[in-house]
């Protein structure tokens, strides 16, 4: 837990262009790797807020009410999101809160800034409704803002499908809440896996899901992160990066995963089949096969 000691606090990569951060601002966002966890937070222990808002609804109020909740009454908080991601929404939700806003535009952003009053209205709501919870159609934890966080992705699905059974150790990059790994443990040849993703809320839910002594769980950024001698990795590689759709994080995730390897080492995954994932495997892979392409998605084998 962060100390209470006058915190202030950022959320996310706020813009520099559009708000400034002080300098000596703790992080608090689940997406960065190492930072504090706004849930841990002290009630009324943080002296300032900066947020950059989540764009989905149940996790922006969430994260919103986690702020006011951990500021000090009478601290100014400041949140802005994009204009077309919850942007134009801002001053409304913080004022269901019982917060008195003032709201600015600036590139493209709406900003809303207040303090944070002595008796907040519907927090607990928020924080109901955007908290990690039990999915009774899938039988899994998971919450608001993790990836496909109330549905089984149909593109898991068809990789869970077509996945052979496994051996050795092995890891899941960009692990989500867990489904994937789960399935390839149901080989009693596995004898490890790593499950490892950028989103500490997601980790969270697959240490509720995967209840595996053979699991290990990795809250890291695949980019920069370092693994080595797998037998094999599972992945369904995302090519979204705060909502933005970028095709070079799943090519790195490939490059990752075939330096992640050993000799003979193999890497199944699943990629939307408009994406050209032929030419970023073949270079780094000693064989590639197309496994099926269905449904707007493709299955790839590719060995080391």
């Known amino acids: 837990m962060t100390d209470a000691a006058q915190t202030i606090a950022v959320y996310g990569a706020v813009p520099a262009d559009v708000v400034e951060v002080p300098q000596r601002a703790t992080q608090f966002s689940p997406l960065m790797p190492g930072a504090a966890a706004l849930e841990q937070q002290t009630e009324a222990s943080l002296s300032a807020l900066t947020m950059l808002a989540p764009p989905g609804t149940l996790e922006r109020r969430y994260a919103i009410a986690l702020g006011l909740r951990a500021l000090a009454p009478g601290a100014p908080f400041t949140i802005l999101a994009p204009n077309d991601r919850g942007g134009t929404r801002l001053r409304k939700e913080l004022q269901a809160l019982n917060c008195t806003v003032e709201e600015n535009a600036r590139r493209h952003h709406r900003i809303?800034?207040?303090?944070?009053?002595?008796?907040?209205?519907?927090?607990?709501?928020?924080?109901?409704?955007?908290?990690?919870?039990?999915?009774?159609?899938?039988?899994?934890?998971?919450?608001?803002?993790?990836?496909?966080?109330?549905?089984?992705?149909?593109?898991?699905?068809?990789?869970?499908?077509?996945?052979?059974?496994?051996?050795?150790?092995?890891?899941?990059?960009?692990?989500?809440?867990?489904?994937?790994?789960?399935?390839?443990?149901?080989?009693?040849?596995?004898?490890?896996?790593?499950?490892?993703?950028?989103?500490?809320?997601?980790?969270?839910?697959?240490?509720?899901?995967?209840?595996?002594?053979?699991?290990?769980?990795?809250?890291?950024?695949?980019?920069?992160?370092?693994?080595s001698g797998l037998d094999f990795v599972v992945m369904n590689a995302p090519f979204h990066d705060a909502g933005a759709e970028d095709k070079s994080l799943a090519q790195t995730f490939v490059k990752r995963a075939a330096r992640a390897l050993g000799k003979g080492g193999v890497c199944y995954m699943v990629a939307n089949r408009h994406l050209p994932y032929e030419a970023i495997l073949t270079p780094v892979f000693k064989r590639t096969e197309l496994v099926i392409e269905a449904g707007g998605y493709k299955i790839y084998e590719a060995r080391t």
């Open 112 to 227: 809303v800034t207040g303090t944070r009053p002595v008796i907040l209205a519907g927090i607990d709501e928020a924080l109901a409704q955007g908290g990690p919870r039990l999915i009774d159609d899938l039988g899994v934890w998971s919450q608001p803002g993790v990836f496909s966080w109330d549905r089984l992705d149909p593109g898991t699905a068809l990789l869970i499908e077509h996945l052979p059974p496994l051996s050795g150790r092995g890891a899941d990059f960009g692990c989500g809440i867990g489904i994937l790994a789960h399935a390839a443990l149901a080989s009693p040849a596995v004898t490890e896996i790593t499950l490892a993703d950028i989103d500490r809320r997601a980790v969270e839910c697959a240490q509720h899901n995967v209840a595996d002594p053979r699991a290990r769980f990795l809250w890291t950024d695949l980019r920069s992160a370092e693994l």
